[in-house]
């Protein structure tokens, strides 16, 4: 009789646990013909809003601007989202915001393995760094599903150890093919990833540019050329075991894009990149013979705001074009 009454307690459980799932019929209020439905459960902590990054804004990530995950009622611990995308493929990932209310990629739904689908279509691919992009979704029945962790068990609602962070840059030079010079900005969670980024303030005696930004340790950022957005970050070249840069079946030098940087406790940063180019900037190789011939003896300067190559008294970018 006792075994009974366990395999009733148990069935109850069983039953009471699959209950807490909603479905496509408690859904069906929540949102229009051709419109995508996300339901969703997380199994870390969410004390802050939720958003929906994704195609259907064109990935803007200003919070007013996105669709934000409200509680479905009777279902404690879901959320749900509606939105109407008119391309053919809709993509997007779940956000919970900053405690200030801000957008961070940092706290984005983790990666493939943290997602279980409980109705629904949709393709849970490999994004950038790791993460995952929902893409393929169909507007005939909500996608309900459980996203067991945020991005690397990245939460917001644990307190955050701001600093003033000085980040000193020695960066490759980067010029146009019209010989017109770029600076480098840093980019990173400070500024929600906006490839437009932040200005430096060159160092006249190292050449290094410095940077200074207030974040929170664990937060990353990376540089980009001004005015070129996401096209043109700095690389960086491959190398083997001995140093030597690795070389494509065509003998072409691979590089690649320098990586996320990641903050931490220290608050005095030196990276050094001189070795890298950026991506689509002219190399210091392909300079007119003339500036590589005196390059040995030329010295860095400052002009009119951009770094140049001074040699005989004449002031040179890195295309060997004159700077007046």
């Known amino acids: 009789m006792k075994k009974i009454s366990m395999f009733f307690a148990a069935l109850v459980v069983a039953v009471a646990s699959f209950a807490a799932i909603p479905t496509k019929a408690d859904l069906v209020d929540f949102y229009e013909p051709g419109q995508l439905c ?53 993509q997007g990932k779940p956000v919970q915001l900053k405690k200030d209310g801000s957008f961070s990629w940092d706290f984005q739904g983790g990666d493939a393995a943290a997602y279980t689908v409980h109705a629904g279509t949709v ?25 067991a962790y945020f991005k690397e068990h990245n939460s917001p609602c644990v307190a955050e150890v701001y600093h003033d962070y000085t980040i000193r840059l020695n960066a490759p030079f980067c010029a146009g093919a019209d010989g017109t010079y ?5 980019v990173g969670d400070f500024n929600g990833w906006d490839a437009t980024g932040q200005a430096g303030e060159i160092d006249a005696e190292t050449f290094e540019y410095i940077f200074k930004i207030n974040d929170s ?15 043109n970050e700095i690389q960086l070249p491959e190398l083997d075991a001995e140093g030597n840069q690795v070389l494509d079946e065509n003998g072409v030098a691979k590089w ?8 931490g406790a220290e608050t005095e940063i030196t990276i050094d ?5 950026f991506t689509l900037c002219v190399g210091e190789e392909t300079a007119v013979e003339n500036v590589e011939a005196e390059k040995a003896s030329a010295v860095k300067v400052i002009k009119n705001g951009q770094m140049v190559i001074e040699m005989n008294g004449k002031f040179f970018n890195i295309l060997g074009a004159e700077v007046k």
């Not at 849970?124 to 995952?132: L, R």
């Not at 770029?182 to 840093?186: F, K, L, M, Q, T």
């Open 273 to 277: 990149y001189s070795a890298g180019k």
């Open 182 to 186: 770029y600076d480098p900005v840093i």
């Open 217 to 231: 340790e664990g937060h990353a950022f990376k540089f980009v050329a001004a005015g070129y957005g996401w096209d």
């Open 123 to 147: 393709n849970i691919v490999p994004g950038y760094a790791g993460e995952c992009d929902l893409k393929g979704y169909s507007t005939d029945e909500p996608v309900i599903m459980t996203c």
């Open 256 to 263: 690649y894009n320098a990586p996320n940087y990641k903050l």
């Open 38 to 90: 996300v339901c969703i459960t997380f199994g870390e902590e969410v004390c802050n809003d939720v958003v929906f990054a994704g195609s259907y804004n064109g990935w803007n990530t200003t919070p007013a601007e996105m669709a934000k995950f409200a509680p479905l009622e009777g279902f404690e611990g879901w959320y749900y989202v509606a939105v109407t995308d008119a391309s053919e493929e809709i």
